[in-house]
């Protein structure tokens, strides 16, 4: 049992009565009531600039930005230009402001409270011209005492200062030493000083992201009035101790109470799928009280567990929590428990220096793969639970099992831990500092202690969360030195690190959450950056902890460039988002690879050289008379290297899982930067804005697949690896065929006998020196053949096909322009696309336009005459629409 530490008088006091089988009647809820009313200000409030120049209606939660849009008085933020053409509206002080009237009697109400879960970002609050309270922290939830002030007819305002200029001037303030960056890259078109307020450090811009500082109420306001006591917080995390067998559920319950002396009552615990019932006796102080519960899980039953995506079921619990306070009050809550444990295993490897990385689920270790989260957009009020949906379905779609909450954007809204929980998708929690150096005078830290008890206690119940992390390569910027800082202020920025991350970050997680690890930084080399001090002089070494890697100069087609690390936590390569996306915020005279359209829309310095340099190694570059033919050719050419590119890398680091190579290896994690988009624009995404999947998101479904054979050469011996994320050994055949560019039917093939796929493996199946391969299959040289190669077992269990390239594209022999048809037909809720081809194409796309859905494969090496995919519409659609929309193209179409 760990007491409250908060308690002010020392008087809890917990008593399980019961441990019933079945439900027990509730104590005559009829009679009691609520302990708390209250109403939401959520809806439509008046909103002007601060020299009234402008005013009109506004919706709360949302953004002054999406109030002048839905008025029409702005275009689309993201069409061309506008995001430099509207930052006067970031840059003046907005006033928010409503009228409303108390619909209850509050004339006897011991205490009123305005409760706003989330303001953006600078604001004096006043009630009835009385100021009421201050903002200054985007991720705090805010709560006003207003007994004195509140009337039945009532006026509540909110003076915004511009985000901009408050971080000046708390730069400027902040006059002993600068604390930078002071400003992005010019090429990001951005605002300065983001480091100090806290506020989604992207919106004043990102490499991926435009400059819209927004200001508003975005999330839900209320008011709430109680005589008694008020249920602030509820969380609940279930620990499994082993030495019992049994699971534990630790429940804390956060009060204000109001009464002058202490109450009593019960509290009810009901989880009927577990024939978990439980009655406790409960005391609640004056103060803030928090009651500790701890809750043993009938041990008869067996309790299902909470797996990641393709580990198991994501089963969870019905749990009602009921609170009877003295004086005939209750409270209750319903919710879903989940069990799971989680651990972070850094701990000696055989064969190597340094420590391992990599998390045990439910005891069992496993190889994380996914992507990393951003905001999904700049305005939030447009980011609606079935948005947050459908990008995370396609996150699953794509077998992988992980997002990283990434530090420069939010703490996600609840919808998103609820939906990632329901998905078994598992979060690596950053807190929100990234890339930057922060403050620490008194009022920043205690600004940023809030928000962080607020945030942990908000999401530590989501099983999804399994880490947390203090901040997105804070520890790597000192380290490496990013800011030229000099040498002798170095210990000015450590001692500021260690406080925000250590002394005060830290502390509050391991006082709050004692079931997640906690990292300060990614990438961070875990306990060796602890043993130098927090800031390791290496943070990138691939002998700890996680790596961030990118290297946009090396070919990407050659694995020996990346990191046979212990973990990657970030790593890409950008694309350009489809012509159909581009189109919506464009017009004619942007579409053009040069326009200054499209440099405008590259916020990453030189990107779009980087690019078609990187598909120059392999790729002849496009070469059309019709500039708008060339424009979506290059589109098309920037996804193909991009998917390419990522598939190579990843492939690496999930064959490195079990090998030690020089002391390296042991890889358990690829997470890719990154899943989504916040605009239409040039990024490392594979999720275009609004969902859209590119070529990227298609080949991670494959190369993240449980099953996969991995085909790579080392020393002019071609290997393949069989790699395996399931819990159970298969015996399976590899079958390998080398095609000739110039034909449909394989040269040679050959099929092994059954070989043992090892369970959460990556293990050599396969070698084959490639002088031997090409003398095998007679009529090949490097240029003319293509090596294809796939697992079965007979029956459904299948890998997906997968290939190695002998060569260069752009030196492939006898590659023709294939003619493939599509006859597309319905079939119930998806349409089937029946594909004929005439020769062999490579990099397959099939493109609907804005035709939302995502198609079963695309981006494929097409070596069948025919092969059927199909199209999963998001929205309903025809086969008339689809097949106007329809544009069909390989690779060789664009030379
Ligand atoms: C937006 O700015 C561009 C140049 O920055 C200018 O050419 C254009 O006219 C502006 N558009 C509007 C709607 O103000
Ligand atoms: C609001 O208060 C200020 C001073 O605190 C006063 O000058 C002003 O007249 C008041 N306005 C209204 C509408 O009461
Ligand atoms: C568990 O089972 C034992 C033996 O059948 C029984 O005595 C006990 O009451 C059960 N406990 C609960 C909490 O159901
Ligand atoms: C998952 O749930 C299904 C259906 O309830 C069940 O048949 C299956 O055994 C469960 N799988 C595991 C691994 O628990
Ligand atoms: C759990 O609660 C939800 C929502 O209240 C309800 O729809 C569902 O049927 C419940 N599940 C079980 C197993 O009781
Ligand atoms: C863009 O401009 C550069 C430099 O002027 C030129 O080398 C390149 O070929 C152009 N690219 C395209 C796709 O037009």
Redesign the pocket.
Known sequence: MVPGPQTSCQCFLLLPLLLLLLLLAAASPGQSRPSSVGFSLAGSWLLRNRDGSVALEARVPGCVHSALLQHGLIQDPYYRFNDLNYSWISLDNWIYSKEFRIPFDFSKVRKVNLIFEGVDTVAEVLLNNVTVGKTDNMFNRYTFDITKEIRELNTIKLLFQSAVSYAAQQSKAHAEYRIPPECPDPVQKGECHVNFIRKEQCSFSWDWGPSFPTQGIWKDVRIVSYDICHLDDFTFTPTYVSSAREWNLKIEAYFDVVSSKPLGGQVTVSI??LQTHQIYDIELCPGQSMIPLLLNVNKNTTVETWWPNGHGNQTG??MTVTFEVEGGYHIEK?T?VYFRTVELIEAPIAGSSGLSFYFKINGLPIFIKGSNWIPADSFQDRVTSDLLRLLLQSAVDANMNTLRVWGGGIYEQDAFYDICDELGLMIWQDFMFACALYPTDQAFVNSVRAEVVHQIRRLKSHPSVIIWSGNNENEAALAENWFFVPPSKFQIYARDYVTLYVKNIREIVLAEDQTRPYVASSPTNGAESIAEGWISRKPHDTHFGDVHFYDYGSDCWNWRVFPKARFVSEYGYQSWPSFSTLEKVSSAEDWSYNSSFSLHRQHHKDGNTEMLDQADNHFKLPQNSDPLVMFKDTLYLTQVMQAQCIKTETEFYRRSQNEIVHGQGHTMGALYWQLNDIWQAPSWSSLEYGGKWKMLHYFAQHFFSPLLPIGFEDDDVFHIYGVSDLHVDYKMMLTVRVYQWSSLEPVCSRQTEYLVVKASQAAPLYKEPMVELLKRCGQCTRQSCVISFVLTAGGELSSPTNYHFLSSLKDAVGLEKAQITAKITQQGKVYSFELRTTAIAPFVWLDVGSIPGRFSDNGFLLTEERKTILFYPWKSTSVTELEKSLRLISLADIY
């Open positions: 009927p799928g619990y019905n319903l879903k």
